[in-house]
């Protein structure tokens, strides 16, 4: 079995299940209780804290556990909205991001907020002028992702963080979801980012995990209320065997990160390099540097992408259409429809996701495979177009 399907979610990796099997077991109590067993589950849990944050080069006090990467956008940004809500009431995105910033933009909107969402090219970028042009006085907030989750594509995250620089006033959240140890931990640390949103299964922790890396200084009001953990800030009681699992897995990840990226990069060409030549293709991915090492997306006009999908799965190979949120919909990718892609390229759509886990000899397998599900499917091409 083969899977290319890393952006979707990982496979968690036998040290970490070690570790959430030995907390779960030894560390049992409520971090919250006064009692001894209370403390040492607490003790557990901000030693996770602290190992995440010196991982990150953050204070432990700027790291703060969510389930997901999904909570972590809605809580950044909507907790922003309400903090800021007598300061304007105006929040900039992109027209690209994943479902959790669009639908919470929606959400906003619905509640008297506006929202601008900036324009992306034929390759998935910002333009960053856009966002220049887009602040206005009573801006409040600035998301952007770091890695697009379908196509890949970097956003110029130094760059929006000069144009901030000039607004210290405007919340600078970053989903930084498909972008962890991707080779982008200098543009993660520059200063001028407020928050960063992070989802463990991304990594290889297990589901149910994230954390939102938050500035000291920054305030956002919290999207959960109750017993007042996470510093009042995240209530509810805290999963911390999957925490320190996540912590874990962060480390892992994050131990010879160069080579990894390194590696990914090696089985990403291998496969774009043979995909490209045939004529029936479509690349969307590239392999300038301005494109994460993970994500390769391409299309097969006049096949819809989910029918390449369950071909692939024939030869027991595991990829997706775009995004894994919305593709049991069937609907065509929000991202190549935002680079203006045409609707009938851009449902031929699939995403080949790799981790420091893939080999080349899976990537060799692949083209084998991709050999023959392209001539079966010959028949049905469409002319491509760019």
């Excluded at 009692?35 to 003790?43: C, E, P, S």
């Amino acid at each position: 079995m083969i899977y290319f399907d890393n952006s979707a979610t990982t496979k968690a990796l036998p040290a970490v299940l070690d570790t959430y099997r030995t907390v779960s077991e030894d560390f049992y109590g409520n971090p919250s209780s006064l009692h001894a067993v209370g403390g040492k589950a607490d003790a557990m849990l901000q030693g996770a804290r602290k190992q995440i944050a010196s991982l990150m080069q953050a204070k432990p006090d700027e790291i703060y556990f969510t389930s997901c990467g999904t909570e972590g956008d809605n809580w950044v940004i909507k907790g922003t909205a309400f903090e800021k809500r007598q300061f304007g009431r105006h929040l900039i995105t992109t027209a690209i991001e994943h479902p959790a910033v669009i639908n919470t933009m929606h959400q906003l909107e619905q509640l008297g907020f506006e929202v601008t969402y900036l324009p992306v090219d034929h390759r998935g970028f910002i333009d960053p002028n856009d966002l220049k042009n887009a602040l206005r006085d009573d801006t409040i907030l600035v998301s952007v992702m770091a890695v697009n989750n379908e196509v890949g594509a970097k956003q110029p995250l130094d760059e929006i963080a000069a144009i901030l620089a000039d607004h210290p006033n405007v919340h600078f959240h970053v989903d930084a979801v498909q972008g962890i140890g991707k080779g982008l931990m200098a543009t993660l640390r520059n200063p001028r980012i407020d928050f960063i949103t992070f989802s463990g299964h991304k990594f290889h922790a297990p589901r149910g995990t994230g954390f939102v890396y938050m500035k000291e200084g920054r305030h956002i009001a919290p999207l959960l209320a109750g017993g007042g953990q996470e510093d009042n800030q995240r209530s509810g009681t805290e999963n911390t065997p999957a925490i320190a699992a996540m912590a874990k897995a962060l480390r892992l990840l994050l131990t010879d990160e160069d080579q990894k990226v390194a590696h990914e990069q090696a089985i990403r060409r291998r496969i774009y390099e043979h995909v490209a030549k045939f004529p029936n293709v479509v690349m969307f991915s590239q392999l300038t540097p301005d494109f994460a090492p993970h994500i390769l997306c391409f299309a097969l006009p006049g096949v819809r992408g989910e029918t390449i999908v369950h071909a692939f799965e024939q030869h027991d190979i595991y990829i997706s259409t775009t995004s894994a949120c919305s593709s049991k919909k069937g609907t065509e990718s929000s991202t190549l429809a935002a680079m203006h892609v045409p609707s009938q390229i851009a449902t031929s759509a699939i995403r080949v996701s790799l981790d420091d886990q893939n080999t080349l000899a899976e990537a060799d397998a692949f083209n084998a495979a991709f050999d023959q599900v392209y001539a079966g499917f010959a028949k049905l091409f469409a002319t491509p177009q760019q």
